[in-house]
């Protein structure tokens, strides 16, 4: 299995930038697809963006679409989400995800393995 913890998060004004990483140890890093998914306060988990193992394909949510761009550094365990023009609405916590499965998918339950979340909050 694998374990994953995020890192990046913070407070940014609307407009603003910043830059996600998930941090993955355990199994080799390189056989999982991954993912991010965020969270509201009192709404349900969602889907943001996802990536195959080479890095090659990527798959994003429309409301993140333009803005937002994931990858990883399989030599480095890392998957990154870099996050650009930033909006109140996307605050939320953010969590990256394993999947064990062939395609990334863009549901929860296409993941196996999830991280803790950090929290970022865009303030307007």
């Known amino acids: 299995q694998v374990q994953l913890v995020e890192t990046g998060g913070g407070l940014v004004q609307a407009g603003g930038s910043l830059m996600l990483s998930c941090a993955a140890s355990g199994r080799t890093f390189s056989s999982y697809r991954m993912g991010w998914f965020r969270q509201a306060p009192g709404k349900e988990r969602e889907f943001v963006a996802a990536i195959n193992w080479s890095g090659g394909s990527t798959y994003y949510a429309d409301s993140v679409k333009g803005r937002f761009t994931i990858s990883r550094v399989n030599a480095k365990n890392t998957l990154y989400l870099q996050m650009n023009s930033l909006k109140p609405e996307d605050t939320a916590a953010y969590f990256c995800?394993?999947?064990?499965?062939?395609?990334?998918?863009?549901?929860?339950?296409?993941?196996?393995?999830w991280g803790q979340g950090t929290q970022v909050t865009v303030s307007s």
């Open positions: 995800a394993a999947s064990t499965r062939l395609v990334p998918g863009t549901t929860q339950g296409a993941y196996d393995y």
